[in-house]
């Protein structure tokens, strides 16, 4: 059987700029490892994922992560809103300030609720964005399939 590329989407709220800041370097390595990435910005509108077999949910988390952590109530009904997330994995990551605090445990809520196989998740301190950044990329490739 001939090796054909996996489909992968990475879905942000990006308020502040943040999350996108993680987006190339995770784009880059998850298409070394064999994934077609595709970006999207929930401040871009709607989305419906296109043979997408899992996607990578991220928020940031502002000053000590306890009364702005994500998911935003906003960044959760787009995020529910989307048709056949219970057929893909999610992965989540977030940006944090100060501390993560529950954020990840937050987003990965959000996954299984919406009826998602999880994947993994990684928090990157926004003062370092390459802390632990194959984390993610290393678990897709050894569980998307």
């Not at 190339?24 to 490892?33: F, G, I, S, V």
């Not at 109530?73 to 990551?93: H, K, P, R």
């Not at 445990?105 to 802390?131: C, E, M, Q, S």
């Amino acid at each position: 059987m001939p090796f054909e590329p996996i489909p992968l989407l990475i879905l942000i709220d990006d308020t502040r700029s943040w999350c996108i800041k993680v987006v190339p370097q995770l784009q880059d390595m998850l298409e070394k490892r064999g994934f077609i990435v595709d970006t999207h910005r929930m401040q871009d509108g709607p989305i419906t994922l296109n043979g997408h077999r899992a996607v990578l949910l991220g928020a940031p988390t502002f000053g000590l992560g306890i009364n702005e952590r994500p998911p935003t109530d906003e960044f959760a009904s787009y995020v529910e809103a989307i048709d056949g997330l219970d057929e893909v994995q999610i992965g989540v990551f977030t940006v944090y300030a100060l501390r993560p605090g529950d954020a990840l445990h937050r987003l990965k809520g959000l996954a299984l609720r919406v009826g998602a196989r999880f994947i993994a998740w990684n928090a990157y301190p926004r003062w370092d964005l390459t802390r632990g950044s194959h984390i993610l990329p290393a678990e897709c490739m050894v569980r998307v399939r």
